[in-house]
């Protein structure tokens, strides 16, 4: 009851109509670029021989493991002070397998190649998500480059403010080595930041070999708070993590099938033919042999009916899991597109402070630290909207990775 009950609620979550449909994002990595790249990943590879494996597997069990055996045997008969008669005993002979032995059977060879197609998309899932996250790394590295850059001709520009105010006679020449110490500062900003865009291409192309180094400007993120359920319930019924522990089930429920069926001993049945006393005696007949069950069987039923239990019951405990996870990552996605929102209306009204506090202090009307403060902060304020674009970007193309959204990772 429990194990019907199970398969209910989850032909439940895999039949509902989802409104959601494959995805090709505006300036995300486009399919055509990134399937290649994720089929020829190591771990995707083995998992897909790996269901080459578990096809081969289903097919030797759909065929019966008994093979024809003959026999045969010679001996010589001799009697007290007669004659010698050479004789011979030839048979042929098979096991045959029951029919509910057979259908078990073959659910485990189904169950078999469901798990590793499983595997192979769980492999595939896993690969999507570390190129979905190296290549926003990278985008982002390279976009806090351009920031960088920026920041560093914006305080070439207020060295500038500085030594014209020198030459007006406005300004002190401690002014001017403190403008010179925040230029040199930057400088080394700027330098770390190309070190930092420069290790996430290495590490994002030296795990996705041949990947072009195509430069593009950082995606939007989407609000996903009015699709939050139905994404919840895609992901659920694209989980392959799921996909697997059903399975999983459905092979322990074929192995309790078998063991079940096992009770009853198959039957060996065969022919034969002999010839005795020097071939003046032929004897042909047919054979039926059939062991006579033992306890151990009955614990062997048991054993696998417990461990269709257990199977029940992990599979239950990952689908709790995985909603408990799925719920997180929506809300962390949604708070991470609300916070990206303050972040850039701060960084728009920073940088205007900066741009007001500088024409300030060109014409007289603001102090070197003032302007260098609102630099910092205009600074500080633009590197926290990019990283928070980028905690919302992996929030949401996550949410896509996991529902099998984008980059044809749908599969049955």
Known sequence: MMIRFLFISLLSVSGIALALEPLNPAGFLPTEIARPLLEQDPGVAAARGGLDV???????????????????????????????????????????RLPGKAAADRNLGTATVEESQARYGEAL??????????????????????????????????????????????????????????????????????????????????????????LLPLPTPLPIADNAASMRERILAESDVLKGAQAQMRMAQAHAERARAEKTPDPTLGV??????????????????????????????????????????????????????????????DGAYESLQIANEGASAMQENAALMHRAYTLGEAELQAMLLSNRQATAASNNALQAQLTALKGYFGLLVDAHLIWDLAHD
């Open 272 to 333: 034969f033919t002999a010839s005795e006393v020097g071939g003046r005696e032929r004897i042909s007949g047919i054979m039926i042999s059939i062991p006579i069950p033992g306890g151990a069987r009955n614990l062997r039923s048991a054993k696998a009916a417990a461990a269709l239990g257990v199977s029940y019951q992990e599979i239950e405990m990952k689908k709790r899991l995985l909603e408990t996870e799925v719920a997180s990552a929506i809300a962390t996605a």
């Open 125 to 214: 899932h896993e690969a999507a998500r570390d190129l979905m996250t190296m290549w926003l790394d990278w985008l982002a590295a390279e976009r806090a480059r351009e920031l960088a850059e920026k920041n560093l001709l914006s305080m070439q520009a207020s060295l500038g403010a500085v030594e014209k105010r020198i030459r007006a006679g406005d300004a002190s020449k401690l002014d001017l080595s403190i403008a010179r110490a925040e230029l040199s500062e930057q400088k080394r900003l700027n330098n770390d930041v190309k070190t930092q865009a420069t290790t996430t291409w290495l590490r994002l192309s030296t795990r996705f070999p041949g990947i072009k180094r195509q």
């Open 54 to 96: 578990a096809l081969n597997e289903a097919g030797i069990l759909d065929k019966s493991p008994y093979e024809w055996t003959t026999r045969a045997t010679g001996q010589q008969r001799r009697l007290e002070s007669g004659p010698r008669y050479n004789e011979w005993h030839v048979s042929i002979e098979q096991t045959l």
